[in-house]
């Protein structure tokens, strides 16, 4: 007997064994069984007739799981019971032509959802984080990574995210690599975290891949990648890392594995990481990409969770994990341009436009000189702060 699946709100547990007999036994244990149990026995009736296998037991408790979830349970289970047989049972697409995530876009929150609970994905676009990662690697437990990659296959497939970006976080290298088809082939991917980056080859590897697959079965796309840095070996490579290939969007940090790697317990003020840190905006600066901050563990400390925001834009980050919903608003807060910056930041606009016109090569604003660094960057400010819905003044 094989035991797929997780008895818990919107999944479904399915225990499957051989039968005796000439045809499968279902037996549907539901809280919507008056409503759904037709309907599920169906579906699983009119699946199995796609594959030839040996009559098979089915027992299913359901706890109001959606197709997809039914879907990607039922073919992990089998897949099991009959590791050698090939086959796919696949939602019906819901969306099609999604629009491309573009490479340079605002990524302040990004929050990660284990790749193996759908009750966690179904609605996580509802709390309006920049970026969905649905995660593969250290959420799932070893032993259950082959059912999250098909049920996170199926997610994208019909899932609604929104205007969030869709990413997925494979496993470390080389296993990442085995992830990728099933993820590529949904065409419904807009980045790849690879955990554990440590050499700007092995990105390249990741970039290579991934073009050639999508070449091969005729999709059309730009996939961004997102290396994690998570070792001193790779704090140390981190401009090699970002500069690996152009589909580099950001480098991040992962905070967890750095200090376990470098024999330093974690503070909340993060004094063991300040270095790393810098390293990693540093590296990503000089290769033209934005570094992103890691995850702020205490759910519970929203004002430690601010802090740790300032600190971290102090520093130079965009962006920041998140493993919560209730910490996106407070990201996004602290990320918020305040009147007095986005007030500057027009008026440094203004005299820029103003001396531009007149063909003057200084710009000056009241006593001060205003070289193009400040300009720029009160450019990117006044970007940020529209997206708040401040306007200029």
Request: with cysteine.
């Amino acid at each position: 007997m094989v035991i797929v699946g997780r008895d818990s709100k919107e999944d479904i547990l399915i225990k499957l064994e051989k039968a005796e007999g000439e045809e499968s036994i279902i037996e549907i244990d539901s809280s919507v069984k008056n409503l759904f149990g037709k309907h599920i026995k169906d579906l699983i009736y009119e699946n199995l007739k796609k594959i030839e296998i040996p009559p098979l037991k089915i027992e299913v408790k359901d706890n109001g799981a959606l197709d997809f979830v039914i879907l990607a349970r039922l073919e992990a289970g089998i897949k099991r019971l009959f590791p050698d047989l090939k086959f796919k049972f696949l939602p019906q697409r819901i969306f099609e032509d999604r629009i491309q995530s573009a490479k340079e876009r605002q990524r302040r929150s990004r929050l990660y959802v284990p790749g193996n609970q759908p009750d966690l994905m179904i609605n996580a676009y509802l709390f309006k984080p920049d970026g969905i990662i649905l995660d593969l690697e250290d959420s799932v437990a070893p032993s259950e990574k082959d059912a999250a990659l098909i049920l996170v296959r199926n997610a994208l497939m019909v899932l609604d995210f929104g205007e969030c970006e869709r990413m997925v976080r494979i496993n470390q290298l080389p296993k990442g690599l085995f992830d990728l088809p099933e993820i590529l082939e949904t065409d419904g991917v807009d980045c790849i975290l690879i955990p554990k980056a440590e050499r700007g080859e092995d990105i390249a590897q990741v970039s290579q891949f991934i073009k050639e697959y999508l070449n091969k079965i005729g999709i059309i796309r730009k996939i961004w990648l997102m290396p994690i840095i998570e070792s001193a070996l790779g704090v140390l490579k981190a401009y090699e890392i970002a500069s690996s290939c152009p589909e580099v969007c950001a480098l991040t940090f992962g905070a967890e594995d750095f200090t376990k790697d470098i024999g330093a317990q974690r503070t909340r003020e993060g004094r063991e990481s300040f270095v790393a840190r810098s390293l990693i905006v540093l590296g990503a600066r000089a290769a033209n990409v934005p570094p992103i901050d890691t995850v702020f563990a205490d759910v519970e400390d929203m004002e430690g969770l601010y802090n740790s925001v300032k600190e971290a834009q102090s520093l130079g980050f965009e962006g920041k994990g998140c493993i919560h919903p209730r910490q996106i608003d407070v990201i996004h807060k602290a990320f918020k341009p305040t009147e007095e910056e986005f007030l500057w930041a027009c008026k440094v606009k203004k005299a820029y436009l103003e001396a531009k016109e007149k063909g003057l090569a200084v710009v000056s604003l009241g006593t001060k000189m205003v070289d193009p660094p400040v300009v720029e960057r009160a450019l990117k400010v006044i970007k940020l702060g529209k997206i708040y819905g401040m306007e200029e003044v």
